[in-house]
């Protein structure tokens, strides 16, 4: 989730996390500029077994930082949209609590549906 920082962390080798200075630039442009650049990352990436970056790879990477009225235009398009994306996500984990709940009582017959109309 692009809007919200996570709760809990679970670190490989050699992981980072990539936290822009909300004073330049927001997430979203950040991701939205790395995904961007998404062929030259993978171009980047090394290893035999598991491709892998290392900060030392990415660190050559620049990322322009538009004039403050394109930032803005560019957060009043995206915004919206990570919203809906963050809000998706929520209804997901909701759902998916509730189906957890429900299934199990459905399978066993603790639950009986067959009276509702659909």
């Known amino acids: 989730m692009l809007n919200t920082e996570p709760l809990n962390y679970e670190f490989q080798r050699s ?31 090394h290893g035999a077994v598991q491709q892998c970056l290392f900060i030392s790879d990415i660190a050559g990477f620049p990322i322009g930082i538009p004039n403050p009225a394109e930032l803005r235009s ?8 990570f919203d809906t994306i963050t809000a998706n996500e929520s209804e997901n984990l909701r759902l998916e609590a509730l189906r957890k709940t429900l ?16």
């Open 74 to 81: 560019f957060y009043e398009v995206v915004k919206p949209m």
């Open 15 to 45: 992981v980072a996390i990539v936290k822009p200075n909300p004073e330049l630039v927001s997430s979203a442009y950040v991701y939205e500029s790395l995904v961007a650049k998404k062929a030259e990352l993978i171009n980047a990436a």
């Open 103 to 118: 299934l199990p009582k459905l399978m066993s017959g603790e639950l009986d549906v067959s009276d509702v109309d659909i």
